[in-house]
């Protein structure tokens, strides 16, 4: 998203404000060990003895504790981590697959474009839950594989948009003039065709963020996250499975905001950066 600068976060508030949200979020998952009061995976006593079991909020808790008397604001500072290592993974190797797979398919055109098209067709007639939930069944749930899952579903958006701007710019003058120049067709690719999507591709980051963000939710929530994380989607399934989740809303809530947050900020910023690519948009 480096389409210009940041001028694009100065002029739009939505914008400048979801750079502001995404920066804390990114300062505390850095330094959510020292940010959280307790360990997130340990009991909290009360003061005078026993386990804060499903606590309301409070001076000593701010957002209450879960049905194992474990602190709900050290666990949603400490899921952080893993909403952005997800988003940001993730993202990056959808944009990656997804431009390269439109490069491909737009220069080449003929069987090439046929077949990757075909790709893409399949990928969406596939949902994300159940094929997380066979995928995450016979291989380790780990972050890693959600990864993978959510790279495998989302590459198709950003290969169908940027082919069709990649068929437009094979028949500019600039691409015939490095044939006749000697350049070979992954010289033309790589270094004349892909530095113009490149800001397309940029938007599409923003946008592969908010989706892998929501799709780790999903997967955690039905059960299929890494059992070694604390993640918001984690949070949730326990809060459902409980049933504490309709009469211990401090448990419920802090994550869900968390979720809307990191999804909203990253968008804003996106559509800000999209109206530069886009004169139409400006023009609105």
């Not at 800001?199 to 929501?214: D, E, K, M, Q």
Request: net charge positive.
């Amino acid at each position: 998203m480096a389409a210009g600068g940041l001028r694009p976060l100065q002029e739009d508030t939505l914008a400048f404000g979801g750079a502001v949200v995404l920066a804390a979020l990114i300062g505390v998952a850095l330094l959510a060990p020292a940010l959280a009061p307790y360990d997130p995976l340990e009991s909290a006593p009360k003061p005078g003895g026993g386990v804060a079991y499903l606590e309301p909020p409070s001076w000593a808790h701010p957002l209450g504790t879960n049905n194992l008397g474990r602190d709900i604001l050290s666990q949603v500072l400490v899921g952080t981590r893993v909403a952005l290592i997800v988003g940001f993974l993730a993202s990056l190797l959808v944009t990656i697959v997804g431009t390269t797979v439109a490069l491909l398919a737009g220069y080449y055109r003929g069987i090439v474009d046929d077949v990757l098209m075909r790709l893409v067709d399949v990928a969406y007639a596939i949902p994300l839950e159940p094929l997380a939930i066979v995928v995450l069944s016979f291989l380790r749930p780990s972050l890693w594989n959600i990864i993978l899952v959510v790279a495998v579903l989302a590459w198709r958006d950003p290969a169908r948009v940027i082919r069709a701007q990649v068929l437009s710019l094979v028949e500019r003058p600039f691409v015939k003039a490095a044939r006749v120049a000697g350049a070979g067709d992954l010289r033309i690719i790589f270094v004349h065709l892909a530095p113009n999507i490149l800001p397309l591709s940029h938007a599409y980051v923003a946008i592969a963020f908010g989706w892998a963000v929501i799709a780790e939710t999903s997967i955690s929530f039905l059960g299929f996250g890494d059992p070694r994380a604390i993640s918001w989607g984690q949070m949730l399934h326990q809060a459902f499975l409980t049933g504490a989740i309709r009469r211990a809303w401090w448990w419920a809530v802090p994550p869900g905001v968390c979720i809307m947050l990191a999804v909203l900020s990253v968008f804003f910023i996106g559509r800000a950066y999209e109206a530069v690519l886009n004169p139409r948009l400006r023009a609105r």
